[in-house]
């Protein structure tokens, strides 16, 4: 069974915060300090009492050895920070674990929260505006897209509700493409990580899977479990998820034989490495972009009704939805100068 950490109503503050503890935390056990001393060290300048007291958690789990999915139950994290704690408190190498999930959060919280805070601002300046037409015009028509705009601000812990944001962020041009990439890094990153301890072919398997945000797309790794579980091998575990690409597979059937599959999980984590890097950066344009138009113009246009007279309305709307369609395409061009920079050189030899 694929393991997760369930969402509740404790979010850490300050995930910047929360990435310097983290690469700290790894310098200073890198640097030979013990692990309690290291806690208290690295926590030392934490602002936010729900940090300080998530750090507590963290430290009393690792030195009581007990489950990080339970001990930190209560907070709501991304997978992959929490999978790969879990990944080095068991295979002992806990420093290089937690460089990657300091890298984790620093490239893709950021935008991902923006972007969730501009969407919700759009949804909730439609909502105000739909509730004013029901009060005062009785417009009954629109009750239903107001019905689907609260099921889309419904919190991501509704495991359904999640599941499906997340299936169509892996099937939307681009952004699918971006999400199977990122979700391989993160499976591979902790795959090399694993693959050198003592932990079992199954349980190796089962702590990469589980590093998978994306819940669609990390159930898709379900049938290679059960594979693994039932004493097939690393190919032909691989080989029946659709997930991995299929030129992944002669190179891991090559690793298998050779016992090299550390090294082979190394050069595939390079590549999605650079090419999640790349798509981050020219993202940041567009997220820009939606941050004005949803979080300002488009609640502008939808507000606009509710204050100035009807013969303004009209014009006020032809400049705003101007302003929208003319910066759009400068930030998509930008988009993709900023791909092509970062990408130059890039080989993802296994598609």
């Avoid at 923006?114 to 105000?128: D, E, K, N, Q």
């Avoid at 005062?136 to 689907?148: D, G, M, P, R, S």
């Avoid at 090299?260 to 993202?283: G, M, W, Y």
Wanted: hydrophobic share 50%; with cysteine; glycine share 4%.
């Amino acid at each position: 069974m694929i393991t997760t950490t369930l969402p509740s109503h404790r979010t850490v503050k300050s995930w910047l915060e929360l990435c310097v503890f983290t690469e700290n935390l790894a310098k200073l056990l890198d640097a030979g300090i013990i692990c309690d001393k290291a806690f208290d060290v690295a926590g030392q300048d934490l602002r936010y009492r729900v940090n300080q007291t998530f750090i507590r958690d963290l430290r009393k789990a690792f030195l009581d050895g007990s489950d990080l999915n339970q001990a930190l139950l209560s907070y709501r994290f991304p997978s992959f920070y929490v999978a790969m704690l879990k990944c080095g408190q068991q295979t002992g190498r806990l420093p290089e674990s937690l460089r990657s999930a300091a890298y984790f959060l620093r490239q893709t919280i950021p935008l991902t929260s923006r972007l969730g805070l501009y969407w919700r601002l759009a949804i909730c300046a439609y909502l105000v505006n739909v509730l004013f037409k029901f009060i005062f015009l009785q417009q009954l028509a629109v009750i239903a897209l107001a019905i689907l705009a609260v099921i889309l601000l419904l919190p991501a812990q509704f495991e359904s509700i999640r599941y499906w944001r997340h299936w169509l962020a892996a099937k939307l041009p681009f952004i699918g493409t971006w999400s199977r990439q990122l979700a391989l890094m993160q499976f591979f990153i902790c795959l090399k990580i694993a693959c050198d301890s003592t932990l079992s072919a199954f349980e190796m398997l089962q702590h990469s899977v589980s590093t998978i945000d994306n819940v669609y797309l990390r159930n898709k790794m379900q049938r290679s479990l059960d594979l693994i579980e039932n004493g097939h091998s690393f190919t032909e575990a691989l080989q029946a998820s659709s997930l991995v690409y299929e030129g992944m597979i002669p190179h891991v059937r090559t690793a298998e034989d050779n016992g090299t599959l550390d090294r082979c999980f190394a050069d595939f984590t390079k590549p999605l490495k650079q090419v999640v890097e790349a798509k981050l950066e020219s993202i940041k344009p567009i997220v820009f972009i939606v941050g004005i138009n949803c979080g300002l113009l488009a609640p502008l246009l939808l507000m606009l009704p509710l204050v100035l007279p009807a013969e303004f309305v009209r014009t006020a709307n032809y400049i705003i939805a101007g302003i929208m369609a003319v910066a759009m395409p400068h930030c998509i061009r930008a988009s993709i100068y900023l791909y092509r920079e970062k990408a130059a050189g890039l080989d993802l030899w296994f598609l």
